[in-house]
């Protein structure tokens, strides 16, 4: 069976019917990581042996006629997720040595339903940043462009799916993580509203922004995982108690009638002239389809990405603050007193990205400076939040780019910070409205590079912004990595 562009819901099929095994398929996969990874770079480890027994174990499953949506199907998974009993190093020298002796939620969701782990997967250092640059131990490569980035910070899994290292993947979103590198590597990425899956083994950056989500082949495939991860947790005290629904009843339905919003903030100036065309056309396509297009705005977009950098640095730099190579995480070789120690464990542990937002959340925090700086930022947060509620009163949806550009080059953003922080201007309203929304790609640039749009849907309302996504899908012809 040829596993190369092949989807979630094509591979149930084969494995139900008996067209191939699951031994079969994962073995697949893992010979093209072995072929490809060395230049790709997606995995940080690849897990083989467990891979083999989970598979042999999904296959018995089937057998026995007890299979649900995700048995057998192989998946990568990004390594800040806990995995018990397996290397979670956050691409971190702090974590270079850390095995959790716990799975998190989602990973006892997916290990019950008998997916296959082929590994977990290269993201920036603690999910901060947006090329996977910023890792430890593996700079993922685009597989459109290995000269240039995959995005980020879920970058590894990503350009894991577009390469066919993997069938699906998940990945984490603070500010744009799942949306960004899915838009530059040409796959769908769904970012659930915040609380819809539990956070609990999620290492933490920013917890009130953080969600984990699927990256798939499409918004169907990523909707069939987000049924299975999904629902209330004990562990996660911000974990939602709605209803878990079926994320693909809408898939199929008619968008006549749909309103979909474009905020002219969103494709003003800062905005490829080849990315504001290809979101604006696929913006043509759904008017064809009887959806009504609605010309909005949203003022508050401009400061946006200021008051996203001060809210999750300040929380970045509290999460961080367990690591002190005294419990657990690096520990220094130097260090004369308690205080030495826990200064050089940091030092040497922390990436210069990591750091620079511990600085910037601490400056944001400290006396004299959290009213000017992070008090402003959170009411920010609040009139975003209005911005989008008198949005969606009118509306059902929001259509924007994902990224202003497409993928760029591996060395032209890493030693500008402003720059790299001015490109997550179209996603991290997303995150501190805590809403739903999912990029699919919309075309490509005249590099061949990947352009992503994102549907930005009301809170708990992934059915829709699903449905949406899928019907505009249903007419696109993807243009493949070539490797």
Partial sequence: MEIKGLKLRELRQALDKKQVSVKEVTEKYLKRIKELDEDLECYITVTEDKALKQADAAQKKIDSGNAGALTGIPMAIKDNICTEGVLTTCSSKMLEDFVPPYNATVMDKLEN???????????????????????????????????????????????????????????????????????????????????????????????????????????HDCALILNHICGFDPHDGTSSKKEVVDFTAKIGKDIKGVKIALPKEFYDKGIDDEVRDSVLKAAEVYKSMGAILVECSMPSLKYAT??????????????????????????????????????????????????????????????????????????????????????????????????????????ENISDPVKMYQADICTVTVNIAGLPAVSTPCGYDGKGLPIGMSVIGKPFDEQTVVQIADVFEQGFKRIPPVL
């Fill in 113 to 219: 339903e008998g997916i296959v782990m082929l590994g977990k997967v290269s993201l920036d250092e603690f999910a901060m940043g947006g090329s996977t640059q910023t890792s430890a131990f593996k700079k993922t490569k685009n597989p459109y462009d290995k000269s240039r980035v995959p995005g980020g910070s879920s970058g590894g899994s990503a350009s894991a799916v577009a390469a066919d290292l993997c069938l699906a993947a998940l990945g984490s979103d603070t500010g744009g993580s799942i949306r960004q590198p899915s838009s530059f590597c040409g796959v769908t990425g769904l970012k659930p509203t915040y609380s819809r899956v539990s956070r609990y083994g999620l290492v933490a950056f920013a917890s009130s922004l953080d969600q984990i989500g699927p990256i798939a082949r499409d918004s």
């Fill in 306 to 411: 200021a008051a996203y950098y001060l809210i999750s640095s300040a929380e970045a730099c509290s999460n961080l603050s367990r690591y002190d190579g005294i419990k657990y995480g690096h520990r220094s070789n130097i260090g004369s007193s308690y205080e030495e120690l826990i200064k050089n464990s940091r030092r040497e542990g922390f990436g210069d990205e990591v750091k620079r937002r511990i600085l910037l959340g601490n400056y944001a925090l400290s006396s004299g400076y959290y009213d000017a700086y992070y008090g402003k930022a959170m009411a920010l947060k609040q009139l975003i939040r209005k911005e989008y509620n008198d949005i969606f009163a009118v509306c059902d949806a929001v259509l924007t780019p994902t990224a202003p550009t497409t993928a760029y080059r591996c060395d």
